[in-house]
């Protein structure tokens, strides 16, 4: 299991785009196993590789990690986009939690039936809870905590993308978060990740909608 990180998830984005992200800041090569029907997973539950029988696994440093934000979490500490201590890192965790929770708003989009209602609410709430606070933060300083790339940069960039993709010209409003996008993208990882051909992963489409739906017997509506 030691060696290359290997990742086991859907081919899409979901849960595990942000760890995505995060290796390839941290210029961590990965390698990914695509979960495409049940009885791959009904192998990973039986093998006892996914300990609350969810996905993304994630197999790093000899051990088999769950739960999304327990992997980011991880990987932030090890390549030290964490902060420098505790208080920065509380602090990059409290943005962290923030853009997740609107993140996981745009990600169920595509498994709900009535999307436009949701994207309505997911718009007013980027505008007038989300973006303001980064759009302060942004405008004293260049990263979000302590002066240096965190995790909750590389989430900010990705939740900012996400939200462009569904609601162009959102960030018309806020300059700071749109100038912190333009400095980011020229990371040369971010660059890369940003071509295509990267391990980026496009927005959903049925066929991921499918995949999931399929292997996890799901049933419309979600609960
Ligand atoms: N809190 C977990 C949630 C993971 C999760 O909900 N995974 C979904 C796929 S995206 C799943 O495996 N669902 C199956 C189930 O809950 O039975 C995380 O962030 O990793």
Same mark, same amino acid.
């Given at each position: 299991?030691?060696? +290359?990180?290997?990742?086991?998830?859907?081919?899409? +984005?979901?849960?595990l785009?942000?760890?995505?992200?995060?290796?390839? $800041?941290?210029?961590?090569?990965?390698?990914?196993?695509?979960?495409?029907?049940?009885?791959?997973y009904?192998?990973?539950?039986?093998?006892?590789?996914?300990m609350?029988?969810?996905? *993304?696994?994630v197999?790093?440093?000899?051990?088999?990690?769950?739960?999304?934000?327990?992997?980011?979490?991880?990987?932030?500490?090890? @390549?030290? &986009?964490?902060?420098k201590?505790?208080?920065? +890192?509380?602090?990059?965790?409290?943005?962290?939690?923030?853009?997740?929770? &609107?993140?996981?708003?745009?990600?169920? &989009?595509?498994?709900?039936p009535?999307p436009?209602?949701?994207?309505?609410?997911?718009q007013?709430?980027?505008k007038?809870?989300? &973006?303001? $606070? /980064?759009?302060? $933060? #942004?405008?004293g300083?260049? @990263?979000?905590?302590?002066?240096?790339l965190?995790?909750a940069d590389?989430?900010? #960039?990705?939740?900012?993308?996400?939200?462009?993709?569904?609601?162009?010209g959102? #960030?018309a409003?806020?300059?700071?978060?749109?100038? /912190?996008?333009?400095r980011m993208?020229q990371?040369?990882?971010?660059? +890369? /990740?940003?071509?295509?051909?990267?391990?980026?992963? *496009?927005? *959903?489409?049925?066929t991921?909608v499918?995949?999931?739906?399929e $292997? #996890?017997?799901?049933?419309?509506?979600?609960p």
């Amino acid at each position: 299991m030691a060696g +290359r990180v290997m990742l086991y998830y859907f081919n899409g +984005r979901g849960k595990l785009e942000s760890i995505r992200w995060l290796l390839t $800041v941290a210029e961590v090569e990965f390698d990914e196993i695509y979960i495409t029907t049940r009885e791959q997973y009904e192998k990973l539950l039986s093998d006892g590789a996914l300990m609350f029988q969810q996905l *993304p696994m994630v197999e790093i440093d000899g051990m088999q990690l769950i739960q999304s934000k327990a992997i980011l979490n991880y990987i932030a500490d090890k @390549y030290n &986009l964490h902060g420098k201590d505790l208080k920065d +890192r509380v602090m990059i965790n409290m943005y962290s939690e923030g853009l997740i929770d &609107l993140m996981e708003m745009i990600m169920i &989009l595509p498994f709900i039936p009535d999307p436009k209602q949701k994207l309505d609410e997911i718009q007013s709430k980027a505008k007038e809870r989300y &973006l303001p $606070v /980064f759009e302060k $933060v #942004l405008s004293g300083s260049i @990263y979000l905590v302590g002066g240096r790339l965190s995790c909750a940069d590389v989430q900010l #960039l990705e939740c900012t993308l996400m939200l462009e993709e569904k609601l162009a010209g959102i #960030l018309a409003d806020f300059p700071n978060v749109k100038s /912190f996008q333009g400095r980011m993208t020229q990371i040369p990882a971010i660059k +890369r /990740f940003l071509l295509p051909g990267s391990k980026r992963k *496009p927005q *959903p489409d049925a066929t991921y909608v499918k995949t999931v739906m399929e $292997v #996890l017997k799901m049933k419309l509506p979600l609960p």
